[in-house]
């Protein structure tokens, strides 16, 4: 308690006053997070939750609350260290979780301690999007910018071996723990977004990331964008999806947050297509026989059809005009360009089982495999949106070309955004 205490007095001075304080750090401030982190490795798997778990849910929140006040000036090496301790921990947790399946209880992911009633898994990932936030609404760009900028991507280069294999885990949606995942995830990819937006206005900064990985980490990132699509199995022409899917649901604000991503990330350029399409070209031994140059863009397209085909809620095909857009944008604007990416796309098919698709199957899914007058009259109609600039009108197309209305799917409506607000809990 009065080390949660300390934590929310730190967060009431000002940011740069406990900056400096992160500058040169007594041994007894580590404490705070020393303590988060030791409740990580405490993790059980049972629904019992005493009053020691209560208060380092709190404590949580404290920490949260302490780093958010500094990072309003700047993201310390003290700062960086402790964000990336925490994040690893939590993510150590969420799986060995998920690796006792959907049904198990657990003392830590819950709602009283980390979930609705205190602080989501994540939260510690939106610290590093709150300083790329601020770094954005500058005006005028200076070196510590650039370095703070390039800081914040040696921490989220650094996360991505916890991050990725947690997110990809194949442990079904959970039924009797907070699955933490979802808020890990939607955390991780608006952070990222933030990285996205910074190289499109600043480009002072954007050179300056470029040789330190940012391509590659942005095109790795595409990758598992689509290798959670590529998790759901939509079933064939004679059997049914099933019932229980592997990975997390995607029915939630995390996938409005990748989506964006992807929307985002794509008008960036091929480059960063092509780095995404590569890592999931290699995983599913794409069968392209078409000699496609952009096949990361074919990828990309085949996988967002497989969405709209079921693999994602029905409420997410309202994204899709704008993320085709984005494909339309970084083929050069061209309709003729774009129309022979869709018409790849529609093709695709996978040589070996990968997340849900099956060895043999159409990465884009089974309502495209149809008739070719049906692909011509889906790809012409495409054509059409794109000589007239009506992309609202590629929803109703999608639609109809992907299976229809998905009625009684059981699916909810449109999320919002998580709230990270944290006040003292």
């Known amino acids: 308690y009065r080390v949660c205490e300390s934590a929310y007095d730190l967060s009431f001075f000002s940011p740069e006053l406990v900056t400096d304080l992160f500058n040169n750090p007594p041994d007894d401030l580590g404490v705070i997070c020393d303590c988060v982190i030791a409740g990580y490795s405490r993790l059980s ?49 969420a799986t060995l979780q998920c690796n006792q399946g959907p049904e198990s209880g657990s003392n830590i992911f819950n709602d009283s301690v980390v979930g609705e009633d205190r602080v989501h898994a994540g939260i510690y990932l939106v610290l590093i999007r709150n300083c790329l936030d601020r770094i954005i609404k500058k005006k005028h760009q200076e070196q510590k910018s650039i370095q703070e900028c390039q800081k914040c991507l040696s921490v989220l280069k650094s ?47 954007a050179s300056s990331l470029v040789g330190d990985g940012v391509e590659v980490f942005l095109g790795e990132s595409m990758s598992i964008a689509m290798a959670l699509i590529l998790l759901k199995d939509l079933g064939t022409k004679k059997t049914p999806s099933p019932d229980i899917q592997k990975g997390m649901s995607l029915d939630g604000p995390h996938t409005l947050a990748i989506l964006s991503f992807i929307s985002e ?19 599913s031994q794409v069968i392209d026989t078409y000699g496609q140059s952009n096949i990361g863009a074919a990828i990309l397209t085949s996988t967002l059809l497989r969405s709209v085909s079921g693999a994602l809620a029905p409420w997410a095909v309202e994204e899709m005009p704008t993320l085709f857009r984005s494909l339309y944008m970084v083929v050069g604007g061209d309709s003729d360009a774009f129309v022979q990416v869709l018409s790849v796309s529609t093709k695709l098919k996978a040589s070996v089982p990968c997340g849900g698709v099956r060895a043999g199957e159409l990465i884009a899914g089974r309502y495209l495999d149809v008739s070719d007058s049906h692909v011509k009259a889906f790809l012409s109609q495409s054509k059409e949106v794109c000589n007239k600039g009506n992309w ?6 999608l639609k109809a070309t992907c299976g229809g209305k998905k009625k009684d799917s059981g699916f909810n409506l449109k999320p919002h955004l998580t709230s990270w607000e944290c006040e003292r809990l």
């Not at 990330?265 to 995983?283: E, M």
Request: proline share 4%; net charge neutral.
């Open 45 to 93: 798997f049972t629904s019992d939750v005493d009053d020691v778990y209560q208060q380092w849910g709190r404590l949580r929140g404290g920490a949260y609350s302490m780093l958010c006040t500094s990072m309003k000036v700047a993201i310390t090496d003290y700062s960086a260290h402790n964000i990336s301790a925490l994040v690893k921990a939590e993510c150590e947790a």
């Open 265 to 283: 990330s794509v008008l960036l350029g091929p480059s960063i297509l092509s780095a995404g399409g590569t890592s999931i070209l290699s995983a």
């Open 159 to 205: 996360l991505g071996s916890s991050i990725t294999p947690l997110l990809l885990h194949q442990s079904p949606e959970a039924t009797s723990h907070v699955d933490p995942r979802p808020t890990i995830a939607e955390a991780w990819f608006l952070t990222i977004k933030s990285l996205v937006s910074i190289c499109q206005s600043h480009e002072q900064i």
């Open 392 to 397: 609202k009108k590629l929803k109703v197309i």
